[in-house]
């Protein structure tokens, strides 16, 4: 006889299928949890089930908000020419943490993958297409990430974007701000001394 | 302004005060759920709902339970003259996951920490000592960790179990299964050759 009830296995199971977490791991959360019921465990289960509530997808750029359009598509200080396209939410995170870009957005939602079976119509790229041909879009930015699957996807991007008459652009290559290039790869490099730059 | 709806930041608060868990590791947590809410996010929040109703800690042993006794300290097979002390209840898991005990067990719920200002009534010592002295118990293992906490911490039990008139014994230190002699450290090294045994 398991020594565990179901009830607690339950929880267990749930957390174990999280990024990150295995079934170690989710046992010590667990047992954390439970500890903590009026402290943590509650106010989780409680913060998961309003998050779930409140939180919807952008029908115009794909990021998750309480509204929808999101507060950076409503936000009419952001400029409307430039996109930026990101492969999920959390880089979309990443860029306005990092404050410098002021444009809207567009989450594909994932990058195309022959090895996963992903194909664009998969991804969120025929509502981007359509918003870089609405004329005001001067701009969309390919902020994929440095991967094959993702490079790749920029490639489609760019064949995709051919006609709507917008500049396309990615992010430079190169070193990493505080990166000792003793531990950088030979394909950064590379690339950071053919982007080298006049001081 | 953030990008992440108060909601949202709230999940991720609370999921980056799990052990093991930071805040970039919370991010990543937070956006798998809110993709996946009728999959995983509403289940977990039932799920640690229903646990937290559900599951109580057993007044004879300190063992998570959703009964009071536990299912073990219950179980009228299992022999009433053992038991095997553990810090947490994770340890009479992973015990019960050996399969090998079939006494009964007490859970102290940490151990002395003169650093962490844990002292010996903060801890599930004195019901231990209760049961120990019942007339019926004749040996009390302590299955503590091999740390200096764990040890103090047994070194005290000992001390205070001295009147219980009960056999006190503790977990073998040695070569763990599987382990290579090269891998280990001296402390374990030297414990194992002095308890060596004739094969």
Known sequence: MSPVSSEFQRV????AKLPGLGPRSARRVALH???RKDAAMLPLAQALEEAASAIRTCTRCGN???HNPCAICADNRRDPAAICVVEEVGDLWALE???VFKGSYH????????LEGVGPSDLNIAPLVARASDGIVTEVILAVDATVDGQATAHYLTDQLENAGV???HLAHGVPVGGELDYL???TLAAALKARRTL
Chains 1, 2 share one sequence.
Request: proline share 0%; net charge negative; hydrophobic share 45%.
């Open 12 to 15: 267990i199971d749930l957390l």
């Open 167 to 169: 500049k396309i652009t």
């Open 33 to 35: 949890l439970v500890k």
């Open 107 to 114: 989450v594909l939602g994932g990058t195309l993958s022959a």
């Open 185 to 187: 790869d030979e394909g």
């Open 97 to 99: 943490r990092a404050g």
């Open 64 to 66: 998750l908000d309480t």
